[in-house]
Structure formats: structure tokens, C-alpha cells
Nanobody, 125 residues
């Protein structure tokens, strides 16, 4: 079992920046960030895999950057140029499996076995 714990959320004004972190209790092959705003579906926004593959959703491309430390146990998300539309609960997800849909980079929830509890990001105008 892998435990994931997010941190770094908070409130910021439009145009500001935040850095989220997700600490994993052990190695995982892939990790991703998801977010869910009230009344909206969960959205996969950034993905990173041990072979170096990185994918961003169009909604955050050019503004957000995902990274992992060398031990592959700490996931980060640098968020710049935030807008009120970025307000959501942000969660990290991870998996060890590298077959089928798992760790494929589709950024759908069914790709991941392990999930954190989430951290709230609120962007005010």
C-alpha cells in the first residue's frame, strides 16, 4: 500500500503562484495531479512517469510544471499565472502498474490505485 499526502494548497490572488507537493510513502512508477472544482468533473491536469514522459492538460499547459525528486517519492506541481478558474481541490494519484491502462498517461482516474486526500487551492480575482 502506498500512502500519498499532499501539501502546499492555500489562497492566492489571480496572477499569483503556488507550489503543491505530494509525498509518497514509497516508489511508484507514475504519478499525476488531478483537480475537481465544485459542480465539475474531476480533471487530470499533469502526469509524470519514470521513463520521463510528461503530459499536461491544455487547461494548464504553459502555466504549470510537474516534477519528481530523484527518489521518485515526492511529486511537485509549480502553478503560475493562476486564475479563479484554477480554484479546486487538487489531489495526487499514483500507481505501480505499467500494463494496460495503468500509467498510460490518459489522465483518467481509473489509471491509478493510490490517491491522496487533496489540498484546496483558491484563487481570488
Amino acid at each position: 500500500q502506498v500512502q500519498l499526502v499532499e501539501s502546499g494548497g492555500g489562497s492566492v490572488q489571480s496572477g499569483g503562484s503556488l507550489r503543491l507537493s505530494c509525498a509518497a510513502s514509497s516508489y511508484t512508477y507514475c504519478m499525476a495531479w488531478f483537480r475537481q472544482a465544485p459542480g465539475k468533473e474531476r480533471e487530470g491536469i499533469a502526469f509524470i512517469r519514470d521513463d520521463g514522459k510528461i503530459i499536461y492538460a491544455d487547461s494548464v499547459k504553459g502555466r504549470f510544471a510537474i516534477s519528481r525528486d530523484n527518489a521518485k517519492t515526492t511529486l511537485s506541481l509549480q502553478m503560475n499565472s493562476l486564475t479563479p478558474e484554477d480554484t479546486a481541490m487538487y489531489s495526487c494519484a499514483a500507481d505501480l502498474r505499467i500494463y494496460g491502462i495503468y500509467c498510460s498517461g490518459r489522465m483518467k482516474g481509473d489509471e491509478y490505485k493510490y490517491w491522496g486526500q487533496g489540498t484546496q487551492v483558491t484563487v481570488s480575482s
